[in-house]
């Protein structure tokens, strides 16, 4: 009994692990933007403020700063990107 429920809360949390990341192609580190390149993209071209800025598996990761949809207000986002074109794979506004 005890086993199967170690099993169980093992598949839950290995689940919940999985939902958290994005899925980012897996391409060579030699392809991908340099990591000052790729801030530039984020504030320059998508506007946001970065707080922490993550390499996560094959994606480059930020938790920071971008306007609602609405455009009228700042809310906390957690946004992947892929690291070799720089474009938005997910993106999450913090409640």
């Known amino acids: 009994m005890i ?7 093992f598949f839950a949390v290995l689940s919940s692990v999985t939902r ?3 899925d980012c192609p897996e ?3 030699t392809q991908w933007l340099h990591v000052l390149d790729m801030q530039k ?3 320059n071209e998508y506007g946001f403020a970065i ?8 994606c480059y990761e930020i938790y920071g700063w971008g306007l609602n949809e609405a455009g009228d207000e700042f809310v906390q986002i957690e946004v992947y990107f892929n690291p070799v074109s720089g474009e938005i794979v997910k993106k999450k506004i913090k409640d």
Do not use: E, G
């Open 27 to 29: 391409a060579p580190r």
């Open 41 to 43: 993209k984020i504030v």
């Open 20 to 22: 958290a990341s994005a």
């Open 3 to 9: 086993k199967k429920l170690l099993v169980c809360c």
């Open 51 to 58: 707080k922490r800025f993550l390499t996560s598996d094959d």
